[in-house]
């Protein structure tokens, strides 16, 4: 059965960097995308961006350009998310999705603190 | 960006009642390609969203034939027949015939 799995959580400096995973099993991942998403709790969530697998093709949401960085292994079926020069602001529950939002990751908590 | 305006924000039903959640959207989600990329996910409190209905009206793998959903253009509804005590959570519209954005959810609780 098709499962993503993130990493644990995160306790982070402010000015620091996080990066994220996201393991992938039960399905072709070489061939489909992977989505991030951002959510503070009690918030609605945000789209991050977008990475194509099969050669590595990105998309950004704008307002995370500069911050986020999607890149993906394929060799063990595992998308990556890099979150650079940390605030507070980028405190939330950050999910992985896959390329038609049917399956998503467990979600984990970035906590950004001095 | 896309603005997605769901109403109402929260809602209250009984076991057994029929609701209904709008989604509107700021600009026409119906793309190039002849898709609305328009779905509908719920978020049970402390998990996942998980998604229900996508491309407007198809059912997600799994998920109750009690959800449905209809709409076109700009205008969206997610209908509950029939609500279920599991059925409680926030709700969430999305499109991505853009670059994809959410409403702001509906609560559901059951009374």
């Known amino acids: 059965q098709v499962k993503l799995q993130q990493s644990g959580a995160e306790l982070v400096k402010p000015g620091a960097s996080v990066k994220l995973s996201c393991k992938t099993s039960g399905y072709t991942f070489s061939t489909s995308y992977m989505s991030w998403f951002k959510q503070i709790p009690g918030q609605s969530i945000e789209w991050i961006g977008m990475i194509y697998a099969g050669d590595g093709g990105t998309g950004y949401n704008q307002k995370f350009k500069g911050k986020a960085t999607l890149t993906v292994d394929t060799s063990s079926s595992t998308a990556y998310m890099d979150l650079s020069s940390l605030t507070t602001e980028d405190s939330a529950v950050y999910f992985c999705?896959?390329?038609?939002?049917?399956?998503w990751g467990q979600g984990v908590m970035v906590t950004v603190s001095s | 960006d896309v603005v997605l305006t769901q109403t109402p924000s929260i809602l209250s039903a009984t076991i057994g009642q029929s609701v209904s959640i709008s989604c509107r959207s700021s600009q026409s989600l119906l793309d190039s390609d002849g898709n609305t990329y328009l779905y509908w996910f719920l978020q049970r409190p402390g998990q996942s969203p998980q998604r229900l209905i996508y491309l407007v009206s198809n059912l997600g793998s799994g998920v109750p034939n009690r959800f449905s959903g209809s709409g076109s253009g700009t205008d969206f509804t997610l209908k509950i027949s029939g609500v279920e005590a599991e059925d409680l959570g926030v709700y969430y519209c999305m499109q991505a015939t853009h670059a994809p954005t959410f409403g702001s959810g509906t609560k559901l609780e059951i009374k």
């Open positions: 999705a896959r390329g038609t939002f049917d399956y």
